[in-house]
């Protein structure tokens, strides 16, 4: 089946620090979304994106499309010690809303 | 509005013994996922049901069954279980039809010994 290439795998980071991180895979997909998971909690979504070449923000967060359909990315600026979660990005090739995700990327932001 | 709600919040079980793990949304949704998550790694899907009336398999199916009871309700059950299936379970749902985005419920942590 299709898979994601999440990375980095973790991030260890200083409060106020910017932060990027990315996800491709081998296989085209028409939708990527990007969720966060708070621990002991399930995944929130963050910002989803339908179009390739598609930039998208939401508050310290942008996320791109990218050009292939084969990657995304996510910047989130000046973090703050709230941002500390597990992200994953998700690729979706229909609109029947199965979703392939990646292995997450840790962050841990230090105040 | 409670969104996505799963019941039990943890179980521990003896391989072997079987149990229903249960999902209910309010959110008048049409399709209903269950997925498991294991230490360091993303979400598999398990199960999925389009629409009322209808399941098919995901990526990691075996060792479990499904029901969509209705709208609202969709259970997985784990026949026998083993050590293996010791692992995270959620449920989500969206709307479909388009609007691909997943709600997820809280999970439920499950230790098989």
Wanted: net charge neutral.
């Amino acid at each position: 089946g299709q898979q994601l290439n999440q990375s980095p795998q973790s991030m260890f980071i200083q409060e106020g620090e910017d932060v990027s991180m990315n996800c491709t895979s081998s296989s085209i997909f028409n939708t990527w979304l990007w969720y966060k998971q708070d621990p002991g909690e399930g995944p929130v979504l963050l910002i989803a994106l339908y179009k390739a070449g598609e930039l998208t923000s939401n508050g310290r967060l942008t996320a791109q499309f990218g050009i292939t359909r084969k990657d995304s990315f996510l910047n989130i600026s000046a973090s703050i010690p709230s941002d500390v979660g597990i992200y994953f990005c998700a690729g979706q090739l229909t609109n029947a809303g199965k979703s392939t995700f990646g292995d997450g990327t840790t962050l841990t932001v230090k105040p | 509005n409670a969104g996505v709600t799963q019941t039990p919040k943890f179980q521990v079980l003896k391989t072997g013994q079987s149990m229903t793990l249960q999902c209910a949304q309010d959110m008048n949704h049409n399709s209903m996922y269950w997925y498991r998550q294991d230490p360091g790694m993303g979400l598999r899907l398990i199960y999925y049901s389009a629409s009322e009336g209808t399941t098919d398999k995901g990526e990691v199916p075996n060792g479990y069954n499904v029901s969509r009871l209705n709208k609202r309700e969709f259970s997985l059950r784990l026949e026998s279980a083993a050590p293996s299936q010791t692992s995270v379970y959620f449920c989500a749902s969206n709307l479909a039809g388009g609007r691909v985005e997943q709600f997820f419920g809280p999970g439920t942590r499950l230790t098989v010994l």
